[in-house]
């Protein structure tokens, strides 16, 4: 029963450490942009590692006017 006066204040130290960690998180934007990073494996930036061999020349839009 004495190990309850020393587990009490540590949990209590505990729950107000992640309190102030979450808070402390929203308030330095961690949590502004959520979708972007989910977004961002979609574009293509290994450009670099295809060779010039293999790589496929633009299209180029036909122009409508004719």
């Known amino acids: 029963m004495n190990i309850m006066y020393l ?3 540590i949990a209590i130290v505990f ?3 992640a309190i ?4 402390w998180s929203v308030n330095s934007g961690q949590y502004d942009d959520l979708e972007s990073p989910a ?4 574009y ?11 790589k ?3 299209v180029k839009p036909q122009d409508k006017s004719e």
């Open 15 to 17: 729950s107000g450490l």
């Open 39 to 42: 977004h961002s494996i979609l």
């Open 44 to 54: 293509d930036d290994d450009e670099h590692l295809i060779p010039d061999d293999a």
């Open 20 to 23: 102030w960690g979450f808070f």
């Open 7 to 9: 587990l009490i204040p």
């Open 56 to 58: 496929q020349a633009p």
